[in-house]
């Protein structure tokens, strides 16, 4: 059955593309264009997604006539079983001899074993960034492609696109000791209260030249100095306290933001991803319990990550 279908012909090639992962217009167009040059021409285009994600390739689906098929934006994973059958139907009724799948996810390895057992010839294409590294043995080739055509992070290797971690930013500086006054200019002591333990007597120069006008000796290099007791002449400084900068207060968030951007690699880029996709991969690293609110979960990060829309959200984008 299978030698006859192939001698009528009814072979070809196959480009099935998963706009909820391969999302960007430019890598679109690259991998029709390099499955051309290496297989010929591509009868078959279809582009899988949600409404939303599938907006975002219209112009490059009507330039290069690619069929839109439009999945309900509901769990997880939807997209991907409903490519998954057409390509199994496509099997069924036209018996392609290649098929492409634009995708660098790893739930489609069940369906590449299956086309592989029948003679398929399958050819991955995807970001570098999206890429899983558990895909490569099942197909025939892995073929990366841009998302822009400036962007020189994807010619990069794929260990190098995790995002660099951020310096956290420095604690209150503790106060330092005062310069003990020389032995050779030991200025006449005079009664004060004994200072509390654990807190450093204070013998400084310039605090006994503000007591006793004449006296010369020289001021040590200029620091901060801690004074238990101000002179007549001026104010008590403000002791610094161990209360941390706004700044220090926004990093204590720094490590649950970076563990985001490295679940999520495609935040990188600047552009929105798919939500359910970025909710995927959270759950994959175990950032995000199963039964948790994907929702919630980004709320707490609100000033680094942006929803749309607000109510069931469909796309994530990082801001800062």
Known sequence: MNDSISMQ???GVALLIDADNLSSPEAVEEALR???ELCGPVSIRRAYGSADNLKGLAGVMRDLAIR??????LSKNTTDILLAVDALDLWYQCAPSVMAIGTGDADFAPLVLRLRERGVRLICFSQ????SPDIRGYYEQVLIVRAKKSDDNAMLPLQTMAPPPRAMPPAAPRAPRAAPAAPAKKAVSRSRAKPKAAVPSITDAPLFADLEPGF???PPAPAPVSRMFPTRSEP????????ASPEFTRGEHTEGVLAILQAVP???DGQSVAFNEAVRLLHDAKLLGKNASSIKFFKKHAAHFELTPEVQPTRLRFLA
Not at 68 to 73: A, C, G, M, R, T
Not at 128 to 131: A, D, E, F, H
Not at 236 to 243: E, G, I, R, Y
């Open 216 to 218: 010369n000796a020289e």
């Open 266 to 268: 495609g935040l990188n």
């Open 68 to 73: 839109p098929i439009i999945n309900d934006p």
């Open 34 to 36: 390099k499955l051309t």
């Open 128 to 131: 570098r960034t999206k890429l």
């Open 9 to 11: 012909g009814r072979g």
């Open 236 to 243: 008590a400084p403000a002791v610094p306290t161990a209360t």
